[in-house]
T-cell receptor, first 112, second 113 residues
Framework: DGGITQSPKYLFRKEGQNVTLSCEQNLNHDAMYWYRQDPGQGLRLIYYSQIVNDFQKGDIAEGYSVSREKKESFPLTVTSAQKNPTAFYLCASSPDPNTEAFFGQGTRLTVV | AQTVTQSQPEMSVQEAETVTLSCTYD???????LFWYKQPPSRQMILVIRQEAYKQQNATENRFSVNFQKAAKSFSLKISDSQLGDTAMYFC??????????FGKGTRLHILP
């Protein structure tokens, strides 16, 4: 089935460790996005990519890194520099410019 | 900076009533796209409706319709004949010409039986 897959659904890490969240899509979409969702904060954009080998910072990129080596994959690394990494992370993709984004089911990251 | 504001953090209405969720945005661009997304308790984001700024006609999708006021930078969502399954968080979103999508903080909507 076509869709956007985020894995794992729940992720636990110790403070000070880097962790990578996976996002894969088989929809042949060009654009991909990473959002962070916290209670009362809505969805805040971390990074987005319009094309392979290119990406742009969003509003809260500090402490995060991404890569876009393949069209179907857009992994997000949460580094130890991110002060409050515990959150719900959503990945999305969009097929064409100026069309809506389709979302994965999210990854709940807990750092202890 | 482009921003999206949803002024109603939480709302409750009786089943079968009509409810309107507010959204305002700020941009200097003339062509852009606006969306309403629904996030039920499963946390899966679902597109409800979209509006292209260059179209004056308000978008409708079954019981969902928008009131798009470009000059006022307002984009409200009306849900008619509300159903229990409409209970969810609703997010207003703006897409600029660089495909950047910005979301508001959301409105939690409760449909009461």
């Amino acid at each position: 089935d076509g869709g956007i897959t985020q894995s794992p659904k729940y992720l636990f890490r110790k403070e000070g460790q880097n962790v990578t969240l996976s996002c894969e899509q088989n929809l042949n979409h060009d654009a991909m996005y990473w959002y962070r969702q916290d209670p009362g904060q809505g969805l805040r954009l971390i990074y987005y990519s319009q094309i392979v080998n290119d990406f742009q910072k969003g509003d809260i990129a500090e402490g995060y890194s991404v890569s876009r080596e393949k069209k179907e994959s857009f992994p997000l690394t949460v580094t130890s520099a991110q002060k409050n990494p515990t959150a719900f992370y959503l990945c999305a993709s969009s097929p064409d410019p100026n069309t809506e984004a389709f979302f994965g089911q999210g990854t709940r990251l807990t750092v202890v | 900076a482009q921003t999206v504001t949803q002024s109603q953090p939480e709302m409750s209405v009786q089943e079968a009533e009509t409810v309107t969720l507010s959204c305002t945005y700020d941009t200097s661009e003339s062509n852009y796209y606006l969306f309403w997304y629904k996030q039920p308790p499963s946390r899966q984001m679902i597109l409800v409706i979209r509006q292209e700024a260059y179209k004056q006609q308000n978008a409708t999708e079954n019981r969902f319709s928008v009131n798009f006021q470009k000059a006022a930078k307002s984009f409200s969502l009306k849900i008619s004949d509300s159903q229990l399954g409409d209970t969810a968080m609703y997010f207003c979103a703006f897409m600029n010409r660089d495909d950047k999508i910005i979301f508001g903080k959301g409105t939690r909507l409760h449909i009461l039986p």
